[in-house]
């Protein structure tokens, strides 16, 4: 298996570290994403929407992440991606609320506008509404992931195991302190990211 990636993209991170943590020997090809190299070509080939990360197992590609950590987890029947039916469930569950209700408003609404020149809005009024948008929202969803999807009994998002969820969820959640956030106002997310 290869994965082409970059380190410091956080949809690439999480497949670094289940990788990492369930000894998988992977090929990992990195793809300059601060030189443009995911715009090119030769990248538009494997990817034609230009992003990162992207699985190739033989003549099998994958391009989104959430779908690569789950047929990783798979390839290897990790536990880390529960088999049975109601637990896979709360897991895909768990993985699709970040995506669809964390990261859009943590990544795309506050922190991605705020340290990629293309996330920026054009006038300093358009940027100064986007990013307070944001951050509200992001709050909204901390708090949530706080205190109903956490709350102060469990260690990780499906329960009593580390999932493919955690792994996910964790490489959005640190997105707050790239751009300084403190994190103290949601003590249950600090006790699971550490």
Not at 98 to 111: E, F, M
Not at 157 to 166: R, V
Request: glycine share 6%.
């Amino acid at each position: 298996m290869k994965i082409y990636y970059h380190p410091a993209s956080t949809t690439s991170r999480p497949l670094m570290l289940f990788a990492a943590e369930s000894g998988l020997k992977i090929e990992l090809q990195v793809v300059d994403l601060f030189t443009g190299e995911h715009l090119g070509e030769g990248f538009t080939a494997i990817n034609p929407s230009r992003l990162v990360p992207v699985l190739e197992d033989g003549d099998f590609r994958l391009t989104e992440s959430s779908a690569i950590l789950k047929y990783l987890a798979d390839s290897i029947d990790s536990p880390a991606y529960p088999k049975e039916l109601r637990q896979r469930a709360r897991v895909n569950e768990m993985m699709d609320w970040i995506n669809t209700q964390l990261c859009r408003d943590l990544a795309y609404g506050t922190v991605y506008p705020q340290i990629f020149p293309g996330h920026k809005r054009p006038s300093e009024e358009a940027q100064r509404v986007t990013v307070a948008w944001g951050q509200e929202r992001a709050r909204q969803w901390m708090a949530v992931l706080d205190q109903r999807l956490l709350g102060a009994d469990k260690p990780y998002l499906c329960g009593e195991q580390i999932t493919i969820a955690d792994y996910y969820g964790a490489s959005f959640v640190h997105l707050a302190e790239v751009v300084g956030s403190d994190l103290s106002a949601y003590p249950n997310v600090r006790r699971w990211l550490d």
